[in-house]
């Protein structure tokens, strides 16, 4: 049985969701995952930060009021954030960074993830900036400090997609992929079919929990071309930027487009997608499609998200699940927090073996 402390950088929707997770199922994690997670650190831009070694309890920490420095209200609190010192400072084994994802410059995250290697601890995280961005050094980095680096939530939030792929279908021979990758702009699309206009259905998605903190990300392809380079560099063996993806966004379609799709029996789709020719080169692009009803991604309906592996030797794999939302996307965070535990034990046991 394993008790991991934890700080979380970023409490937000997310961060938030886990901290109620952590409240409904920390006993049965101990039961059933053989771990509890103790909070020792919580860091927010709005909130302020909270370094608190014994832990703090989680009812509590949901609890504070959502203003400006709410944090400075908990024993160990302070009005201002500090993110590099709870990172530093607060004894946690795993830090759980979930700031909002800047698709240009991937920044402060990288550096929160950098910083947690260097001061020995693990990372798992939600925001596709570090992984799309600065992937191979993190690893790197994450091997040389021996602690672990995970981020399925990158794509696809708590469906399993990256270690599916990578792990289940190693060998498999994936070829390519297409597949909606963004709820918000595929919610957005649906709801315009419904007669919503785009400014109502992008605040429906905010509501919801499903849009990033600047939603243009989602409408106009730039977080969908984020996880295609993920899954390209993860799964194809890539090494592309997202500057190597073309990518447009849902901007251009008007509710005529939708309509006329519509009564005919095809559906606009936001579709990202890479393939791999013969001689290793990876191609890939982000581009709104219209498509076929028989095609099987054309009923992906809401912030659900499905992507179609192309194998040499299992033909085509389509994975489908939700693709946003907050506690969706804390699972994603649980399953990390899983692999490193299992990671972990099986280190252990070799060590015993040996
Ligand atoms: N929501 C979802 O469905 C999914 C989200 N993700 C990713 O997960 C991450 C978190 O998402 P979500 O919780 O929804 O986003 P939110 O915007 O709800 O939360 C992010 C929080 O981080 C805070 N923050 C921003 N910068 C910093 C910083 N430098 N230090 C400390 N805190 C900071 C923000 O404060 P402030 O509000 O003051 O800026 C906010 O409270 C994002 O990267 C997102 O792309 C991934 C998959 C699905
Ligand atoms: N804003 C993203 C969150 C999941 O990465 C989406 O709507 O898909």
Wanted: include cysteine; charged fraction near 20%.
């Amino acid at each position: 049985m394993a008790v991991y402390n934890v700080s979380l950088i970023g409490f937000g929707g997310v961060n938030r969701a886990l901290v109620s997770l952590i409240r409904n199922y920390n006993d049965e994690w101990m039961k059933k995952l053989g771990f509890r997670l103790n909070i020792v650190g919580v860091s927010d831009l709005h909130l302020g930060s909270l370094i608190s070694p014994n832990g703090v309890d989680a009812e509590e920490l949901l609890k504070i009021k959502m203003e400006k420095g709410g944090l400075a209200s908990l024993d160990g609190g302070c009005p201002d954030p500090r993110s590099m010192e709870v990172i530093r400072q607060a004894p946690a084994d795993i830090i759980v960074e979930a700031t909002f994802t800047d698709p240009k410059t991937a920044e402060p995250a990288i550096s929160y993830c950098r910083t947690a290697f260097e001061a020995g601890r693990s990372v798992v995280t939600t925001n596709k900036g570090p992984v799309a961005l600065a992937a191979r050094e993190l690893i790197k980095l994450a091997q040389q400090k021996n602690v672990g680096f995970e981020y399925e939530g990158a794509v696809m939030s708590g469906t399993p997609v990256i270690r599916l792929a990578k792990k289940s279908m190693a060998g498999a021979d994936i070829t390519g992929f297409q597949g909606i990758l963004n709820g918000t702009s595929n919610y957005v699309v649906g709801r315009m079919e419904m007669g919503l206009s785009f400014n109502e259905a992008v605040a429906e998605a905010q509501e919801k929990g499903f849009a990033e903190a600047n939603p243009a990300a989602d409408v106009e392809g730039l977080d969908i071309r984020l996880k295609v380079v993920i899954l390209a560099n993860e799964i194809l063996g890539a090494n592309l930027k997202p500057d190597d993806v073309s990518c447009s966004g849902i901007l251009g379609l008007t509710p005529a487009d939708l309509e006329d799709a519509v009564s005919h029996g095809e559906r606009w789709k936001l579709i990202g997608s890479a393939e791999k020719d013969e001689d290793g080169f990876v191609s890939a692009q982000v581009k709104a499609s219209r498509l076929p009803s028989s095609h099987p991604l054309a009923s992906i309906s809401g912030a659900t998200n499905a992507v179609t592996f192309s194998t040499e030797l299992l033909g085509d794999v389509t994975v489908t699940g939700p693709g946003a939302g907050r506690i969706e996307t804390a699972y994603a965070l649980l399953s990390d927090i899983i692999t490193l535990h299992h990671d972990r034990c099986s280190f252990t046991e070799k060590g015993d073996a040996e």
